[in-house]
């Protein structure tokens, strides 16, 4: 990372060569750390402790300073004071710009949590440590709604990836869902059987959009959820499924889920010349010739919903996701004509989503 000095160097050698000559390094280390920094070393046992023997004396930064030691290193500045840096998280740091990036200087040690895992503060965020997902950090919206929901201890548990850009946003990955942001919607989660209910329906891509709110407890045991472009409903008896556009007007024509028709028990699929929902109590159909009809009333949707997707050929095979979106065939999943793990972003059976 940055260069050993002369005096460091020193200080290594003296280390191997009994108690006098450690006796040596202990006062050359004395001479090699400022006063805050050799605080937090002794703190957390000195060339006996965590961090080891010093490596390479104290340096400055633009804004602060570090040491570093056999096994890690600490940074100070004048906002945040001494901190250590080691392991697993010291190199996510690293990958991220040090104190020059996102995550700027350490504010505490490493923690341990209630689940087995450690957490780390920075200015910018917070590392997470578990032996099942390694070293993430949250930060900004997401770590704000990561923080409402529980931290670590909530249902969306440890994260599992770091922030990935898509088109209009970022998403992140945790042990119990996915959290999404977008300028317009902000940070939310999308967990459990909605998260198969979006990826069915093309995940930001598609008519869902970004999600716009949390899991909202609903009539009957039930819960939805509203994005952009629909709602996500969800009760014991009828699963998960989404209605978007002009099929939720209609729906919404009719009371939602408290009113006659129940909750969605299907998603919109085609029929013979149009497109139909299924309900616990009806339906809603659209055709060219007839417009939207629930529970055969005519309702006032004019609006076609989108045509099915094409069936791709038997041995179909696309190099890529752009052309398999292009055939009118993506997502693909897994099982189907020209499904390819390659294609599989994330690995979740979905592929070209």
């Known amino acids: 990372m940055r260069g050993r000095s002369i005096v460091a160097a020193v200080a290594l050698l003296a280390v191997g060569l009994g108690s006098s000559a450690s006796t040596t390094a202990a006062a050359q280390a004395a001479d090699c750390l400022q006063p805050a920094v ?12 965590a961090l080891g023997p010093v490596a ?11 040491a570093t030691f056999r096994s890690g290193a600490v940074y100070w500045s004048q906002a945040t ?11 996510l740091w690293a990958s991220t710009g040090w104190e020059n990036g996102p995550l700027r200087y350490p504010t505490s040690g490493e923690n341990a949590t209630a689940r087995g ?11 997470y440590w578990s032996p099942g997902t390694a070293a993430h950090s949250v930060s900004g919206s997401f770590l704000r709604l990561f923080a409402s929901l529980g931290y670590e201890n909530g249902f969306l548990g440890y994260p599992t990836s770091q922030e ?34 979006y990826a069915r329906a093309g995940y930001e891509n598609g008519c869902l959009g970004y999600p716009a709110t949390q899991e ?32 939720l007007a209609a729906y919404g024509a009719t009371g939602y889920e408290n009113g006659a028709l129940g909750y969605p028990v299907s998603d919109e699929y085609g029929v013979a010349g149009g497109r139909r929902v299924d309900f616990q ?11 939207a009809l629930v529970n055969r009333t005519i309702a006032s949707v004019t609006a076609p919903a989108p045509a099915p997707a094409p069936t791709p050929p038997t041995g179909a095979y696309y190099p890529n996701c752009a052309a398999a979106r292009a055939a009118g065939v993506a997502p693909l999943y897994r099982g189907e004509p020209g499904y390819r793990p390659a294609l599989d972003r994330d690995g979740d059976g979905i592929a070209c989503e």
């Open 38 to 49: 050799q605080a937090r070393w002794d703190q957390l046992g000195g060339a006996a402790g």
């Open 216 to 247: 909202v407890p609903t009539t009957g045991g039930g819960v939805y959820q509203q994005f952009q472009g629909g709602t996500a409903y969800w009760s014991p008896s009828s699963g998960a499924h989404a209605l978007c556009g002009a099929f």
């Open 56 to 66: 390479a004396c104290e340096q400055p930064t633009a804004t602060g300073s570090f």
């Open 281 to 291: 109590r009806g339906f809603v159909e659209w055709s060219q010739a007839t417009g």
């Open 81 to 91: 004071g001494a901190w250590d840096v080691s392991g697993s998280f010291r190199d």
């Open 164 to 197: 990935v850009p898509i088109r209009g946003g970022v998403f992140q990955l945790f042990q119990g869902g996915v959290a999404y942001w977008s300028p317009a919607t902000g940070a939310h989660t999308v967990s459990g059987s909605f998260r198969d209910v």
């Open 117 to 127: 895992g450690v957490f780390q503060n920075y200015q910018g965020g917070t590392l």
